[in-house]
């Protein structure tokens, strides 16, 4: 493998000890940019295969500078590390490699992840598709395609129809999804189902959409 050059935006220094400990088990280089120092990046000359992003404290404006940067770079991969409980509305690119990690992984999950961005491997291979009609489900890279075009979902909402779609024609209560999407700890109540249930179907249109059944009295059931 080749050496490889990850940048990191940070605005806190919560990262920096990992980033540290990562250089002595994979091959690569830090380089370290802040909200008010990122301008200057592209034109320090370096090039980047890696952007590890800390969500924490970034501005929506500073993120879509950062976004349009990696564009703009022949789509550099990213790595959104994320705190968990905003991981319910994150919503990771449609376009280009990209991952997504919690604040509080340790060594062994992060280097996993950059070592699969930065040094890919074979294709995503048949058994992490779920295809039913025109919907295209990656489970290898958490990305949803209807008729080939990708398609916006946050995490949860992700998360929710690639469960339904991964057990078809079963009915599913909804306090049953929210333990097995949400989690045991999730203390909202099972209206939210509902809520994301309707967000997901107006996302991937009304042919995909037939294919999430509401059973009344019930829940919810993907059929094929």
């Known amino acids: 493998m080749h050496h490889k050059n990850i940048l990191l935006i940070s605005a806190t220094a919560r990262l920096h000890e990992r980033m540290r400990e990562l250089t002595r088990v994979?091959?690569?280089?830090?380089?370290?940019?802040?909200?008010?120092?990122f301008s200057q990046v592209p034109i320090s000359g370096r090039t980047f295969d890696l952007v590890i992003i800390?969500?924490?404290?970034l501005s929506s404006e500073f993120a879509t500078a950062v976004d349009a940067f990696c564009?703009?770079?022949?789509s550099i991969p990213r790595l959104f590390v994320c705190d968990l409980e905003a991981l319910v509305s994150f919503t990771p690119p449609s376009q280009g490699h990209n991952d997504f990690i919690v604040a509080t992984a340790g060594l062994p999950e992060l280097s996993l992840r950059c070592s699969l961005l930065l040094w890919p491997g074979a294709e995503s291979t048949s058994r992490d598709?779920?295809?039913v009609d025109n919907i295209?489900?990656?489970l290898a890279t958490y990305q949803v395609y209807i008729d080939d075009a990708p398609v916006d979902l946050t995490y949860m909402e992700y998360l929710l129809l690639s469960f339904l779609a991964s057990h078809p024609s079963r009915a599913y209560s909804r306090e049953?999804?929210?333990?097995r999407v949400w989690g045991f700890e999730y203390c909202g109540g099972t209206r939210t189902v509902d809520?994301?249930?309707?967000?997901v179907r107006s996302k991937i249109g009304p042919q995909a959409a037939a294919h999430i059944?509401?059973?009344?009295?019930?829940?919810?059931?993907?059929?094929?």
Request: charged share 25%; net charge positive.
């Open 213 to 224: 059944e509401t059973v009344r009295g019930v829940g919810y059931l993907f059929r094929v």
């Open 71 to 74: 564009t703009q770079n022949s």
């Open 54 to 57: 800390d969500e924490k404290g």
């Open 176 to 179: 049953v999804l929210l333990q």
């Open 129 to 131: 598709l779920v295809i």
């Open 195 to 199: 809520v994301h249930v309707r967000r």
């Open 26 to 37: 994979i091959d690569v280089s830090v380089a370290l940019a802040t909200e008010a120092t």
């Open 136 to 138: 295209k489900i990656n």
